[in-house]
């Protein structure tokens, strides 16, 4: 299993990202895949889950409002688009599938929002 997140950068206050996470290794198409972040001196937190059966994406209260998920099954690819962003978005953001059971994760990829 492999994922590779890509799309993060710097961002001024206010502005819009997407990003991406490519996945091989495993049937995409029958996986739920997740988005996850963790800003610096904090614990990793949930974002978005975007479900295999219907591509519908479930999200903490937390982050209602400004954040899509979103997926391709035909790319293995599944987004998030980020709009509004704020300081406080600033982290790096992973995606991760489990399989058998087995959390696997990318590497990530650092949005930081700043002027």
């Known amino acids: 299993v492999q994922l590779v997140e890509s799309g993060g950068g710097l961002v001024q206050p206010g502005g819009s990202l997407r990003l991406s996470c490519v996945a091989s290794?495993?049937?995409?198409?029958?996986?739920?895949m997740s988005w996850y972040r963790q800003a610096p001196g904090k614990e990793r937190e949930l974002v978005a889950t975007?479900?295999?059966?219907?591509?519908?994406?479930n999200y903490p209260d937390s982050m209602k409002g400004r954040f899509t998920g979103s997926r391709d099954n035909a790319k293995n690819t599944v987004y998030l688009q980020m709009n509004s962003l704020k300081p406080e978005d600033t982290a790096v953001y992973y995606c991760?599938?489990?399989?058998?059971?087995?959390?696997?994760w990318g590497k990530g990829t650092l949005v930081t929002v700043s002027s």
């Open positions: 290794g495993f049937t995409f198409s029958r996986y739920d």
């Open positions: 991760k599938v489990v399989r058998n059971g087995i959390h696997y």
């Open positions: 975007i479900r295999s059966v219907n591509g519908m994406t």
